[in-house]
Nanobody, 128 residues
Framework: QVQLVESGGRWVQAGDSLRLSCAASGRTISSLVMGWFRQAPGKEREYVACINRRSSYADYADSVKGRFTISRDNANNSVLLQMNSLKPEDTAVYYC?????????????????????WGQGTQVTVSS
């Protein structure tokens, strides 16, 4: 059974940096598509970032481009989200997602329905 566990979320001030981690068990994720999504109070879940199967390309939502970086930590079977220059509007529960369905090695997926497994989420709160 595949499990994803996010960690690293906490309260920070605007301008601070934070690194989220998503540890996977039950499946090696080093060559699988991984994504990060977030959901703010009263809003729908939204796409944040994705890294493709080959780890040759990472994609970002416009709202985080240039500030967030998705990467893999294969030694720990994890995916990371480095978040810099945080803003109050980044406040949300952050979820990592795993896609096990086959597809192009270079493909990026930005919709929730593209993913097969989800973590429970970690809260990030950015104070102004």
């Amino acid at each position: 059974q595949v499990q994803l566990v996010e960690s690293g979320g906490r309260w920070v001030q605007a301008g601070d940096s934070l690194r989220l981690s998503c540890a996977a068990s039950g499946r090696t994720i080093s060559s699988l598509v991984m994504g990060w999504f977030r959901q703010a109070p009263g809003k729908e879940r939204e796409y944040v970032a994705c890294i493709n199967r080959r780890s040759s390309y990472a994609d970002y939502a416009d709202s985080v481009k240039g500030r967030f970086t998705i990467s893999r930590d294969n030694a720990n079977n994890s995916v990371l989200l480095q978040m810099n220059s945080l803003k109050p509007e980044d406040t949300a529960v952050y979820y990592c997602a795993l896609r096990i369905r086959t597809g192009s090695g270079s493909a990026i997926y930005t919709e929730s329905y593209d993913y097969d497994y989800w973590g429970q989420g970690t809260q990030v709160t950015v104070s102004s």
